[in-house]
């Protein structure tokens, strides 16, 4: 099992930044994938930005330039750095990870408010 620790979540103004945090339980670097979605009220979770066992990130094209997702060894933890940010980013921010391994299961952090005014 892999508990999953988010923090940096708050409201800023349009063109603002935010850096979230995830606290891992277990070592990140050994996680097939390790990143973020994003949930807006009324609309379905979504990819944000993920961080593959070898270390290739995808992006979504909505923050692709803007954000970027990173793992940290010192601290077993994946930021996102989010710039630029817009109203639209506004939304529930959770870290997922999923061990590396044939039919592992998927993780979720709690979630983090992210609210960008205009």
């Not at 409201?11 to 995830?22: I, K, M, N, W, Y």
């Not at 692709?64 to 630029?84: C, D, P």
Request: proline share 3%.
């Amino acid at each position: 099992q892999v508990q999953l620790v988010e923090s940096g979540g708050g409201v800023v103004h349009t063109g603002g930044s935010l850096r979230l945090t995830c606290s891992a339980s277990r070592n990140i670097f050994a996680m097939n994938t390790v990143g973020w979605y994003r949930q807006a009220p009324g609309k379905q979770r979504e990819l944000v930005a993920v961080v593959a066992f070898e270390g290739f990130r995808t992006y979504s094209d909505a923050v692709k330039g803007r954000f970027t997702v990173s793992r940290e060894i010192r601290t077993n933890s994946v930021h996102l750095q989010m710039n630029s940010l817009r109203p639209e980013d506004t939304a529930v921010y959770y870290c997922y990870a999923r061990p590396a391994g044939e039919g592992t299961p998927q993780y979720w952090g709690q979630g983090t408010q992210v609210t960008v005014s205009s």
